[in-house]
Structures are given as C-alpha cells and as structure tokens.
C-alpha cells in the first residue's frame, strides 16, 4: 500500500469543473483544422516576444525594405494572439500538470493494492479451492493489462508501430 495521496472531489463539483473547462474551451473558439506542432519548424518561446516585436516594428518603420510573403499587419495580430495564448497556459498549464500527477499518484496507488490483493489471492489459492478461479482471473486480467500497457508504451515511443 503506497498511499501517496488521497482525494475525492464531490459529484457536484466535478460536474462543475467540466463545465468551467467546456465553457472556456467554448470562449476561446480555437481552429480545430490545425497541424500539431511541425518538428522542421522553429518554435518561439516567451524571449522571442521581443524579437518578433521588433521585426515587425522595423517592417513598419520601414516598408521599402523587401518582408517577402509576409504580412505584417497579421503578424502583429499573432504576436497579440500568442501572448494572450500564452496567459491562459499560464494558467491553464499548472492546473493540468497537477491533474496529471494527482492521476498518476492515484494509478500507482491502485495498481500497488491491486497487486498486493492479486497475490494474496495467488498466495492462499492452492489451499482453497473456491479462490482458485478468482485468483486465475485476477492473473489473466493483471497479464492482459500489462500487455496492452507494454504495447502502448513501444507505440508511444516508435510512431511507426
């Protein structure tokens, strides 16, 4: 039993989180017909704020000087998009990676007292026989899972699979 953490959240509540979640993801109407984030592209972190800032003040300030396909009025209204994106990962961010670690903690919780049930079962199993198919059933179900969680985990790792 690892007991890392306990938490509960009331029915009401969790209906209402969903709905504050639904809500803003409804507010912020983003594109849904857009590429996940290319790898051949170069990513632009809050230090580049400035840069860009300034290369469209500079295109501005100097409009005989060739911006290529480039348009720069749009440019400006993405930089103000993106740093307004930006906000909300900043809040929205911490919120999910809590989430994420609540959630894990809790999987490693269950799996270890469902293991430790498992072979407690496996344990007195030949000495009972009425708990035989129960404890075979907790194996196969504890193989199939762990399968399937291996499997997962290799696609995760090799897109190609």
């Known amino acids: 039993m690892l007991n890392q953490v306990s938490y509960v959240l009331k029915e009401e509540d ?21 590429p996940i984030g ?5 990513n632009m972190g809050q230090a580049s704020i400035g840069y860009v800032q300034d290369c469209i003040e500079a295109a501005i300030a100097f409009p005989t000087v060739p911006s290529g396909e480039t348009d720069v009025n749009k440019m400006g209204e993405k930089l103000a998009s993106f740093k307004v994106v ?12 809590k989430l994420i670690n609540v959630n894990r903690l809790m999987g490693q919780d269950l799996m270890a007292d469902s293991n430790s049930i498992k072979e407690n079962f496996e344990r007195v199993a030949p000495k009972r ?14 193989s199939r899972a762990k399968k ?8 995760s790792q090799d897109p190609k699979l």
């Open 129 to 142: 026989a009425e708990m035989k198919p129960t404890a075979e059933k907790l194996r196969q179900r504890y």
């Open 38 to 42: 290319g790898r051949n592209h170069q």
């Open 148 to 155: 399937e969680d291996d499997e997962a985990s290799k696609k």
């Open 14 to 34: 969790i209906k209402t989180v969903k709905d504050l979640f639904k809500q803003a993801e409804a507010l912020l109407a983003l594109p849904t017909d857009v």
């Open 86 to 97: 930006s906000e909300i990962l900043g809040v929205a961010l911490p919120i999910t990676l």
